[in-house]
């Protein structure tokens, strides 16, 4: 892993809203959720996952958006008040967070190791070889973490 990218940094598109990330991101995937893909006006959304002690962003600065999530409790969505584009979500209590990865200042590198939530892909698209695919959110990211590690991103 070519880890010298760090900081990475990124924000919305109006630039009202701004991150860095200083810690090697956890593991990259694509999000086939519905939810996924109104948020990101696509097929799909991209979600890294961050240790939340390695993102630094003005919290306040944000909108955010609170939903229920069945067994795992509720899901917080922070995105830009002015634009209202999510720079990121995540769970109470928990220790990291899920950055939207096109919003990157540079996304150029980016490879995603996994594809989730593939119950409701659209029907045109077609998984990369090699990459992890899981029909629904998986129980844990270590699978997705490990490979993560194991790929090399120039």
Sequence with gaps: MNKNRLPLSGGCQCGAV????????????????????????????????????????????????VREA????????????????????DRPGSATVTIKAGTLDDTSWLNPVAHIWTASAQPWVQFAGGSLVYEYQPERFDELEAAWAGRDVG
């Design 18 to 65: 701004r991150y860095r990330i200083t810690g090697w991101p956890l593991t990259l995937y694509c999000c086939h959720c519905s939810e996924c893909q109104r948020q990101a006006s696509s097929a799909f959304g991209m979600s890294m996952r961050v240790a939340r002690q390695n993102v630094e962003i003005d919290w306040q600065a944000m909108a955010r958006r």
């Design 70 to 89: 069945g067994q795992r409790n509720e899901v917080h969505g922070h995105f830009c008040p002015d634009c209202g584009v999510r720079i990121l979500h």
